[in-house]
């Protein structure tokens, strides 16, 4: 117990001198390259994710017609294109 408490004392510590000696800059920095990412990866799933056969960029059409709560189970249910109806063709790998 007594290690446990000065592991966690040791880590606070350390986290604190860390937040410390970090310059607002360098948290701009990484918050700007943070964002960036997520933005960038938003971007290619609505450009990547669509049907092979239409074209209708699936990941897109989830975002923006379905509510905020579904629309991640509305995409990991979809079988059929709902543009087309072609039926989803898994490799099984
Ligand atoms: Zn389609």
New binding site residues.
Partial sequence: MLALLICLAVLLLALGWYMWSSTPAYFLSISLVAICLAAGGFTFACLAI???????KWFWRAVSTQHSREWGLWLANLTE??????IEQSTGE
């Fill in positions: 669509k049907c092979d056969k239409c074209g209708l294109c709902p543009g087309c109806g072609d």
